[in-house]
Structures are given as C-alpha cells and as structure tokens.
C-alpha cells in the first residue's frame, strides 16, 4: 500500500510559524489531503492539493511537490487552539477515492 | 447542515458478542467508509463502499463485515467481538470528485 510519512509530534510557540512534513510514496499517486482532529473529535478537513506548488487559506497553506512525493502544512500566527493532530493523506488513481492517512503529527503550542 | 451521523458515541460490550456500528450520512453521497483509529497507528481502513449494496475491503477488514442496503447508510458489523477490537472507529463518506471525506463523531467501542 501507499506509505505516508509524518513526524510524530512537534512543538511550538503562541504567535510563530510551523511547518509539518508528509512524504510519501509517487506511485499512483492522485491528490494529497490534509486534516486537523482535536483530541476526541472526528478529522476535519483543512486543504486539498493535486497540483504542484502553494495553496493558501487564511492562517493555513498547503504545499505540494509530486515529484519528490514531499508535501508540508504551514501553519502561522500560532494559537493556543491549534493544538491539534495534523494528518495527511494521499488519494491513488484507481482507488475510488480512498485515502490512505498518515500516523499524524501532534503539535503543542505553548505560551 | 451536512452530516455524517453515527449511532453510538460510546459502547461497551463482552467477547463474544455481535456488535452494529450505524453511519448515517445526509449529502446523496456515493462512497463511504469505515477506519478504526488507534495511538501510535492512525487511521486505518476497514471496508469501503462505492455504491448501494458494493462493498470492498480496505487494509483491515480481518473480523468485521459491513452491509450497505441504502445510499445514505452504512453499518459495519463485529460478529464476535473480541479485546483487540477496542478501538475508536470512524464513518466517513465522500462524493464529487476530490474524495474530500466527512466524518461522523466517531464510536468508541471498548470489549471486555
């Protein structure tokens, strides 16, 4: 199957800027997802990239290289709120719209 | 409102019993789909489904089966519950063509 790759968990500070990486595998790949999910809350959604380069909503971006199979979620002007599991997922040619995620990334934002 | 509603926030039930997870979506979706969420493992597929009465397994489908009788519902069935099937699982549906997912609140089931 699809490998996605993100690291376990990240800190940071109230007000500054975080980036989260997600690299997976090229092959058959069709689209890459990311999800934000508060502790004992279900996945929601935060941007969508099929195309090569930087998607920008708001406080959150998306960026995607499919040729290095390497994506990463820029989150700035930190909040205390954003303290959240951050997921990413492909979705593969073929698969009938079936994602396959990632383990996720638990980010701490301090004061 | 969209919604993906599922029956249970909590369950607790012994080995050995069947259990009926419900997923009720509101939005003509075609597909939906059941993970199972657990630490250090993330989301992981259980069985999908692309239209009424389809169905197809995902990475994990090993103890479960699911029924898909109408579009707008999905059950995902444990016929003999058993410890390694604590777990919270999740109910999503997508349609249109980005595969965007809605989730249902999620079931935590625990097995005794």
């Known amino acids: 199957g699809q490998n996605i790759d993100q690291p376990t968990e990240m800190t940071a500070t109230e007000g500054a800027i975080v980036q989260i990486n997600c690299t997976y595998q090229t092959s058959g790949f069709n689209g890459l997802f990311w999800y934000q999910q508060h502790a004992g809350e279900a996945p929601t959604f935060l941007s969508y990239n099929v195309l090569d380069g930087l998607e920008e909503k708001g406080r959150f971006s998306s960026f995607l290289s499919r040729s290095k199979g390497y994506s990463y979620l820029l989150l700035k002007e930190l909040q205390m709120k954003d303290s959240a599991s951050y997921l990413c997922?492909?979705?593969?040619?073929?698969?009938?719209?079936?994602?396959?995620f990632g383990t996720g990334t638990q980010l701490k934002v301090e004061l | 409102d969209v919604k993906v509603t599922q029956s249970s926030r909590y369950l607790v039930k012994r080995t050995g019993e069947k259990v009926f997870l419900e997923c009720v979506q509101d939005m003509d979706h075609e597909n939906m789909f059941w993970y199972r969420q657990d630490p250090g493992l993330g989301l992981r597929l259980i069985y999908f489904?692309?239209?009424?009465?389809?169905?197809e397994k995902g990475d994990i489908p090993e103890g479960y089966s699911v029924s898909r009788e109408k579009k707008e519902r999905f059950s995902l069935i444990l016929e003999s519950a058993s410890t390694n099937q604590t777990s919270m699982y999740l109910c999503?549906?997508?349609?249109?063509?980005?595969?965007?997912?809605?989730f249902g609140e999620g079931s935590r089931l625990t097995v005794l």
């Open positions: 999503a549906s997508s349609g249109g063509n980005t595969g965007e997912l809605f």
């Open positions: 997922a492909g979705i593969l040619t073929g698969g009938g719209n079936k994602l396959t």
């Open positions: 489904s692309y239209d009424v009465k389809m169905k």
